[in-house]
Structure formats: structure tokens, C-alpha cells
């Protein structure tokens, strides 16, 4: 890429008087490299508009007193793109950090807890924002996030009331094996969550989920019963004497041992 270093700012050193100094074109090839003296230097110049505070808030090497300035300012501070990339700067005061994260969208609190850039104690805040504002949001934004909530959402999703909601959870690749045999066991889970958890690609042919879904009253009977394929002659006795079970899964698991079940195998889980 050719140089803007042309002229008398030519060989001189990236220090707080050149980043006062710099043309537009010049902030723009450095900021996002130079170093803490230039972007203070920077934060000076008249050239200094939103584009080329964006590429300043992405050089990781921008001091705490610049970031807190940055935060203070009028001109930048109610831009939703400047709060979330001093949210996200390692080097912002958690404090300040956490105080804006309070005033970010879900879709970018749900970016801050994911990004494991983020010191820890930001993101248990920006989760803990999360779950504060679910009943705020619609179906649909619920939808959209268990598809990518990180753990810490996660287990105030699986008690949405919307079995769509828990659908998406399922896709979610955070999701662990245990949180899913628990929806699975939950008298509260919706039927067609139930439903879905027992066609799942992912889910559908672990033996804790399997075995749940047989259990679970809510469970389809067609979903039920086809929980039962594959399970070892040992947890099929299990659902046999197990008077928790549904009637019609006991009377099934049993006539499947009669008619010889495969051996005391037990499925991948």
C-alpha cells in the first residue's frame, strides 16, 4: 500500500505531535497500529471525525485515560458504535465499561458476552443485562438469541414459556448435554420442544436425552416411542419398572425385551 508519509512528516516519529498534526489520510493508515503517544496526539487533531475514531478504538494499545476521555465527550459518546467498542477495549476501566454496557442493545450485549476478548467481569454484566431484559424482548428477538447465547444466558432461556424458543436453544452450540436431558425431563417443557429434542441431529440420539423423553408425560407418544429405539435391554427394564413412565412406553419397552432387544450395548451419549 503506498505511504501518505510524504513532506516534512516523512521519517519522523509517531509521537503525540505528529498524531496532532496528521491529515485525514494519514490518521486513517495509522491509527489502527500506532502507538499510545500518536492516538493521544490524534485525539487533538481536527481531523479526528467518527470513521477515524472507529480505527482508534480498535488499536488495542489505546491508554485508559484516552478511552475514559473518548467516553466523556459529547460528540462521541451517544454513538452506539463508540459504546460497544469501549465495552469491547481491553483496556477501558471495567467500571466505565460496565456502566456502558448498560446502555447497549441486546444483540450487541449478546457480542460482548461472547467475545472472550472481554474481561470476565464485563461479560457476566452484559449476561446479566441479558437476562434482565428477556421478558422485554419479543418472540422472535428470544428466537434469535438461543441460537447464540453464551452460557450464561443459557440457563435462563430453557424456562421460556415459548416451546419455539426452546426449539432454537437446541441449535445453540453451547448448549450441553445435561441442560438439554434436563429440558427433556421438565414437565414444563411444551410438547413440540419435546418433540424437536427427540428428532434433533445432535440430541435425538443421546441415551440421557432418550431416556427422558421416555420418562416425560409431555413427550408425543410418537417421539416417546421412538426414544426407546436403541436403549440397552438393561434401560429398557429400567422403564419397565419405572412407574413414572407412561403406561404405553412401559407396555412397549416391555414387549421389545420379549421380543429380544439388542444386547447390554449402550448407545454413544
Same mark, same amino acid.
Not at 452506539?80 to 456502566?99: F, G, I, K, M
Not at 449476561?127 to 438469541?145: F, K, M, S
Not at 429400567?238 to 449402550?266: K, M, Q, S, Y
Given at each position: 500500500?503506498?505511504?501518505?508519509?510524504?513532506?516534512?512528516?516523512?521519517?519522523?516519529?509517531?509521537?503525540?505531535?505528529?498524531?496532532?498534526?496528521?491529515?485525514?489520510?494519514?490518521?486513517?493508515?495509522?491509527?489502527?497500529?500506532?502507538?499510545?503517544?500518536?492516538?493521544?496526539?490524534?485525539?487533538?487533531?481536527?481531523?479526528?471525525?467518527?470513521?477515524?475514531?472507529?480505527?482508534?478504538?480498535?488499536?488495542?494499545?489505546?491508554?485508559?485515560?484516552?478511552?475514559?476521555?473518548?467516553?466523556?465527550?459529547?460528540?462521541?459518546?451517544?454513538?452506539?458504535?463508540?459504546?460497544?467498542?469501549?465495552?469491547?477495549?481491553?483496556?477501558?476501566?471495567?467500571?466505565?465499561?460496565?456502566?456502558?454496557?448498560?446502555?447497549?442493545?441486546?444483540?450487541?450485549?449478546?457480542?460482548?458476552?461472547?467475545?472472550?476478548?472481554?474481561?470476565?467481569?464485563?461479560?457476566?454484566?452484559?449476561?446479566?443485562?441479558?437476562?434482565?431484559?428477556?421478558?422485554?424482548?419479543?418472540?422472535?428477538? =428470544?428466537? +434469535? /438469541? @438461543? *441460537?447464540? %447465547?453464551?452460557?450464561? &444466558?443459557?440457563? !435462563? #432461556? $430453557?424456562?421460556?414459556?415459548?416451546?419455539?424458543?426452546?426449539?432454537?436453544?437446541?441449535?445453540?452450540?453451547?448448549?450441553?448435554?445435561?441442560?438439554?436431558?434436563?429440558?427433556?425431563?421438565?414437565?414444563?417443557?411444551?410438547?413440540?420442544?419435546?418433540?424437536?429434542?427427540?428428532?434433533?441431529?445432535?440430541?435425538?440420539?443421546?441415551?440421557?436425552? =432418550?431416556? +427422558? /423423553? @421416555? *420418562?416425560? %408425560?409431555?413427550?408425543? &407418544?410418537?417421539? !416417546? #416411542? $421412538?426414544?426407546?429405539?436403541?436403549?440397552?435391554?438393561?434401560?429398557?427394564?429400567?422403564?419397565?419398572?419405572?412407574?413414572?413412565?407412561?403406561?404405553?412406553?412401559?407396555?412397549?419397552?416391555?414387549?421389545?425385551?420379549?421380543?429380544?432387544?439388542?444386547?447390554?450395548?449402550?448407545?454413544?451419549?
Amino acid at each position: 500500500m503506498a505511504s501518505h508519509e510524504e513532506g516534512p512528516a516523512a521519517g519522523r516519529p509517531l509521537d503525540a505531535e505528529r498524531g496532532r498534526r496528521a491529515s485525514a489520510a494519514e490518521l486513517r493508515e495509522r491509527l489502527p497500529q500506532a502507538p499510545p503517544a500518536y492516538l493521544e496526539g490524534a485525539w487533538e487533531n481536527p481531523e479526528l471525525g467518527k470513521e477515524a475514531l472507529a480505527l482508534l478504538l480498535r488499536n488495542r494499545a489505546a491508554p485508559a485515560a484516552l478511552l475514559s476521555r473518548v467516553a466523556g465527550d459529547r460528540r462521541f459518546a451517544m454513538l452506539q458504535e463508540v459504546r460497544l467498542a469501549l465495552v469491547v477495549h481491553p483496556r477501558t476501566p471495567q467500571p466505565l465499561a460496565q456502566s456502558l454496557a448498560s446502555h447497549l442493545r441486546w444483540k450487541e450485549l449478546c457480542e460482548v458476552a461472547d467475545d472472550v476478548r472481554v474481561p470476565p467481569p464485563v461479560r457476566r454484566k452484559a449476561e446479566d443485562l441479558l437476562r434482565v431484559r428477556l421478558e422485554e424482548l419479543a418472540v422472535g428477538e =428470544r428466537i +434469535a /438469541l @438461543a *441460537r447464540r %447465547a453464551s452460557r450464561g &444466558v443459557i440457563a !435462563a #432461556l $430453557r424456562q421460556d414459556p415459548d416451546g419455539r424458543v426452546l426449539e432454537a436453544l437446541l441449535g445453540n452450540p453451547k448448549l450441553l448435554e445435561a441442560e438439554a436431558a434436563a429440558l427433556a425431563r421438565s414437565g414444563s417443557t411444551p410438547p413440540a420442544a419435546l418433540a424437536a429434542l427427540s428428532g434433533h441431529p445432535r440430541w435425538g440420539g443421546r441415551r440421557a436425552v =432418550r431416556l +427422558a /423423553l @421416555a *420418562r416425560n %408425560a409431555r413427550t408425543p &407418544v410418537r417421539s !416417546a #416411542l $421412538r426414544a426407546l429405539e436403541g436403549l440397552s435391554r438393561s434401560d429398557l427394564l429400567r422403564l419397565v419398572r419405572d412407574d413414572e413412565a407412561p403406561r404405553i412406553v412401559r407396555v412397549v419397552a416391555e414387549r421389545t425385551l420379549g421380543a429380544g432387544a439388542p444386547g447390554d450395548r449402550t448407545p454413544e451419549g
